[in-house]
């Protein structure tokens, strides 16, 4: 009876024993393994003391397309900002221009003074003038033309969905389109701006520019 009392303990003693060494053997083999992320990749490498490292230019080919994307989104923003206040001014304009000239007639009939007539029609004449010279209504609509062309460029490449589902290189089809619609934009902006000085544009599509 007292010999088998005495073997309790040291079993018990044996099992705990065991079960520390388990864990042991565990948390070395945890500690042992070495993580390394490859950058633009999504890869991760799992190795036992061996850590890959990223290639260089593969390295600076992403920050270069992350950086490109990043100025991509403050253009697209920063162009909707600027066809919005635009269109805003244009509708001021011409509604000063209308209301100025509606409220003229009457206010000469009424007999004013002279100088309210022509207080009145000077803001009819300067609002219309600002929009001519300015054409400030087709540079907010090739701004909106813009916006929406490199969105849904953009939105296409983000979504992996037309050319880009299938496409090797889609970063590199994105920049191409990207740039194609900057130079057919400002071809067209150049235009109206020379239209606004009274001049003939001289660019009428792209590629003209590098002619």
């Known amino acids: 009876m007292t010999s088998q009392q005495s073997k309790g303990p040291e079993l018990s003693e044996l099992l705990e024993h065991a079960e520390l060494e388990q864990r042991s053997r565990v948390v070395a083999q945890v500690a042992d393994r070495d993580?390394?992320?490859?950058?633009?990749?999504?890869?991760?490498?799992?190795?036992?003391?061996?850590?890959?490292?990223?290639?260089?230019?593969?390295?600076?080919?992403?920050?270069?397309?992350?950086?490109?994307?990043?100025?991509?989104?403050?253009e697209l923003s920063a162009v909707s900002m600027h066809a919005r206040?635009?269109?805003?001014?244009?509708?001021?304009?011409?509604?000063?221009?209308?209301?100025?000239?509606?409220?003229?007639?009457?206010?000469?009939?009424?007999?004013?003074?002279?100088?309210?007539?022509?207080?009145?029609?000077?803001?009819?004449?300067?609002?219309?003038?600002?929009?001519?010279?300015?054409?400030?209504?087709?540079?907010?609509?090739?701004?909106?033309?813009?916006?929406?062309?490199l969105n849904r460029e953009f939105r296409m490449y983000r979504t992996k969905v037309g050319d880009y589902e299938t496409a090797d290189r889609s970063f590199t089809l994105l920049v191409k389109r990207v740039e194609e619609i900057r130079e057919a934009n400002d071809n067209e902006r150049l235009a109206v701006v020379q239209q606004s000085f009274g001049a003939q544009p001289t660019i009428n599509g792209p590629g003209d520019a590098r002619r």
Not at 38 to 52: L, P
Not at 113 to 140: D, H, K, M, W
Request: proline fraction near 3%; charge should be neutral; avoid cysteine.
């Open 35 to 74: 993580y390394a992320y490859i950058s633009g990749s999504g890869n991760v490498v799992m190795g036992a003391g061996n850590v890959v490292k990223p290639h260089e230019g593969a390295t600076e080919e992403a920050d270069q397309a992350q950086l490109y994307l990043s100025d991509l989104e403050r």
């Open 85 to 149: 206040r635009r269109l805003l001014t244009y509708r001021l304009l011409r509604f000063l221009a209308l209301a100025a000239s509606a409220v003229t007639p009457a206010v000469a009939l009424l007999d004013a003074a002279p100088f309210i007539t022509a207080t009145i029609g000077t803001v009819a004449f300067l609002s219309e003038g600002a929009i001519q010279l300015t054409r400030i209504n087709e540079r907010a609509v090739l701004d909106t033309k813009r916006a929406t062309a």
